[in-house]
């Protein structure tokens, strides 16, 4: 057994020579003279590899920028990575990114779990963070000063689904279904924020779990608690089998959902045209709207990547990037990031394809504001009400 | 040249000092890795030494015991859950809620130890299957494991405010852990226990003939797996911060099979490199290589006329796939049988 001693001994002598040798970490440079690098990351394949095209458009975006020659001068270049939507993954490829190839800030980002392993690393590198593709609560309270939140919070949703349902459809029977995460909670709290205002209350309260596949008892529930309007705030698989099993048993309530579920080209497929006459927020213009805006993002999408369907989750990726481009623009040829933060906490009301967006160095929840779509005959997109405020947002009262 | 002359021959750490000379040289090697290697690795390689725990403890029930799981992500989860919570709700150090939480996990291990003294085969892994789901349902459903949102892991004190921030400073906690943890495993193979975990693999009537209790040795080798996995998942925890159920799924509990049998079942060595290769592959395989000059847009032009939108991420998937049927089909010892034939052709090299 002599060489159990010897070994321990070299082991321990290796480890007490290198063990604290701390080593800084640093990132590459997100910029040079030629090319500004972003990029976003998200689920290319795995079971939630739909939402991965999110994470795709900015580079349409890009393209059409460098085309007009880039922002003073510089390209435009996008980096896209595959995490498989596990946070594990999410956070190898963004170190890898950051720190050997140099970005100067991400865009989009899907998945709360990944963002929320990633944010604070990012932040430590100084790199900019603008659009994250979901709504999450910690990312914006508190300000993170590299972060920036396009997404209307679910919480506001729900407050102006419920006001649009109570007082222009006239329909006082509310049930709520929400998925038993923060993302259902949080339209719950918005669907209970503005009945509280009202001193209403709602039939029905049903949390369901987005693994959940029989869902008759809960449309029982609802059909008995007589919710005349039901509002949810679920995965879209879940929505469709709701829709449908209410169908199966001849129950008619109007649905309302959440943004999340407002692809209705999409949704219009998979629920085998039953989409159709539901309701949903939605955080921009319609994707096959005439507006000169997203006839422009439409016509680049065919040239640059003509194999993507454009959808909303397609558009919201170009959506997400606008501020950040925006503010690139407004800093001039002078770039840091110090400027370019500067630039988005001085953004006031800018409006391209999504809503109006205001970030303060105090807060960077940028958007209050949704649209209320309505789908119509194969999966057309028909608009029910423009950009709406919540003017009970709690997070603006200070 | 293999032959023992006596027991204590068998039981020795390294069989010969060539075999101590390389092992110091590979351990030098890893504890000045950051020398040579870019610090934004570390996170990867961190994957890679936790995986290796596991890899290490599931081989002990899946190799050398015989018993099946489909459930270690389970396992994995309640290290992870267990160490931060302990950290987080009852003020622990992490020295001690680390191995708490792995002897937390080991109690299961050693409860789902008790139907495989019944069931067999298919059988087995559908009860562990079942585990390894409820774990993480239960996890899901209620907010005092934070719920589908995840936890925030707490910075990692080793003691007296001495804080490990950087990846580098966590890669060699990790690494000093798994050195031991895969000596300890070395080692217990090599006593009764190691040698009665055998004998159950390849019978358990006969091993109990022979005076094995299985009640003892079944559970304990779902006990052990279960506390290297533990440990792991303690780890994982660290390595990336924040953490939710999500990542704790059955597919989870494949790949740490796929890991095992790609390096080579029963062989410690093998586990260690399977967990290596596996992880790599998957974390970081071409997933950069759309930037590579020339190659790169070749294989986006190849996947985008052949495959669908998503593209490059599509061929990663597939090449993993054949890299792991190629070495089961062509290797079934795995990478462990590719390592031992190399050494046996060098051994009479140059006749």
């Given amino acids: 057994m002599k060489g159990k001693g010897r070994f321990w001994a070299v082991l321990f002598t290796i480890s007490s020579l290198v063990l604290w040798t701390g080593i800084g970490l640093c990132g590459a440079p997100g910029f040079d003279d030629k090319e500004i690098r972003i990029a976003a990351w998200g689920p290319q394949t795995g079971p939630a590899a739909p939402w991965g095209s999110v994470a795709r458009a900015p580079a349409v975006l890009a393209a059409m920028i460098n085309e007009q020659g880039g922002i003073h001068g510089r390209k435009l270049k996008h980096f896209v990575r595959d995490d498989q939507y596990n946070p594990a993954q999410t956070k190898v490829v963004v170190k890898e990114l950051v720190e050997k190839e140099g970005i100067f800030s991400f865009v989009c980002g899907t998945g709360s779990a990944g963002g929320l392993a990633v944010k604070d690393y990012l932040a430590q590198n100084k790199v900019i963070w603008v659009g994250p593709a979901t709504s999450v609560k910690e990312y914006v309270f508190p300000v993170q000063p590299y972060l920036f939140s396009v997404y209307p919070l679910y919480e506001d949703e729900g407050s102006i689904l419920t006001k649009y349902v109570i007082e222009k459809l006239g329909i006082k029977e509310i049930g709520v279904v929400y998925q038993n995460d923060p993302y259902g909670k949080n339209g719950l709290d918005g669907v209970r924020q503005r009945l509280d205002h009202l001193k ?123 501020p950040l481009v925006e503010a690139l623009k407004r800093v001039g040829k002078n770039l840091s990031t110090e400027a370019v933060l500067k630039a988005l906490n001085s953004m006031k009301n800018f409006q391209g394809v999504g809503p109006k ?42 | 040249m293999d032959m023992k002359r006596d027991y204590y021959e068998d039981v020795q750490l390294f069989e010969s000092n060539v075999v101590l000379f390389w092992t110091v040289v590979l351990l030098v090697f890893l504890f000045t890795l950051p020398l040579y290697v870019p610090s934004y690795r570390f996170s990867l390689f961190n994957l890679v030494l936790v995986h290796v725990i596991l890899a290490v403890g599931l081989n002990i029930l899946v190799g050398n015991t015989g018993q099946i799981s489909l459930g270690h992500a389970g396992f994995f989860a309640i290290g992870a859950y267990g160490t931060t919570l302990l950290m987080t709700k009852l003020g622990l150090p992490f020295v001690l809620a680390l191995p708490l939480a792995a002897f937390i996990s080991s109690a299961f291990g050693f409860i789902l130890g008790l139907p495989a003294l019944r069931l067999e085969g298919p059988y ?23 719920g589908r949102t995840g936890l925030q892991v707490p910075p990692l004190d080793l003691g007296g405010g001495f804080i490990l921030k950087t990846d580098v400073q966590k890669y060699y906690l990790i690494l000093i852990i798994t050195i031991f943890l895969v000596l300890s495993a070395r080692n217990l193979l090599k006593t009764r226990v190691g040698r009665a975990f055998v004998a159950i693999r390849d019978s358990d009537i006969a091993a109990e003939v022979i005076g094995v209790n299985l009640l003892i040795y079944k559970t304990l080798s779902f006990a052990v797996s279960a506390f290297y996995a533990g440990i792991a998942g303690g780890l994982f925890g660290f390595v990336l911060g924040f953490f939710n159920p999500e990542p704790f799924n059955l597919i989870l509990s494949i ?56 593209g490059l991420e599509n061929l990663n998937s597939i090449v993993l796939g054949l890299i792991m049927i190629a070495i089961v089909i062509f290797e079934p010892l795995g990478i462990y049988g590719i390592w031992l034939r190399i050494k046996k052709y060098w051994r009479t090299w140059p006749f």
Avoid at chain 1, 287 to 310: C, G, H, I
Avoid at chain 1, 377 to 393: F, H, M, R, Y
């Fill in chain 1, 200 to 322: 209403m209350k709602a039939v029905a309260e049903i949390p369901v779990e987005a693994t959940e596949k029989d869902l008759s008892s809960h449309v029982l529930k609802l059909k008995s608690a007589g919710a005349k309007a039901v509002l949810m705030w679920v995965h879209p698989t879940t929505g469709v089998v709701l829709v449908k099993t209410a169908a199966t048993i001849g129950y008619k309530p109007q649905w309302v959902a959440s943004n999340t579920l407002s692809d209705f080209e999409l949704m219009n497929k998979i629920s085998g045209g039953l989409w159709e006459g539901i309701i949903t927020g939605a955080f921009m213009l319609p994707p096959d709207s005439d507006d000169p805006r997203v006839v422009k993002y439409r016509e680049a999408a065919k040239k640059y990547a003509p194999e993507e369907r454009f959808g909303v989750f397609f558009m919201a990726g170009i959506m997400f990037t606008e």
């Fill in chain 1, 357 to 398: 967006l205001t970030w303060s160095p105090d807060q960077h929840q940028g958007s209050d504001s949704i649209q209320i779509w309505k789908c119509g005959p194969g999966g057309k997109t028909i608009l029910l009400q423009d950009w709406t405020v919540n003017e009970l947002a709690h997070w603006k009262k200070k």
């Fill in chain 2, 124 to 146: 087995l892994s559908i009860a562990t299957l079942g585990f390894g789901l409820t774990v993480t349902h239960i996890i899901g459903h209620w907010d005092f494991f934070g």
């Fill in chain 2, 255 to 310: 790949v740490f099979l796929v890991m095992i049998v790609v390096g080579g079942l029963g062989a410690i060595a093998g586990s260690i490199m399977g967990a290596t290769l596996i992880t790599i592959l998957q974390y970081s395989l071409l997933k950069n290589i759309k930037e590579v000059p020339y190659v790169g847009p070749f294989m986006v032009d190849i996947s985008s006329r052949w495959f669908t939108v998503i």
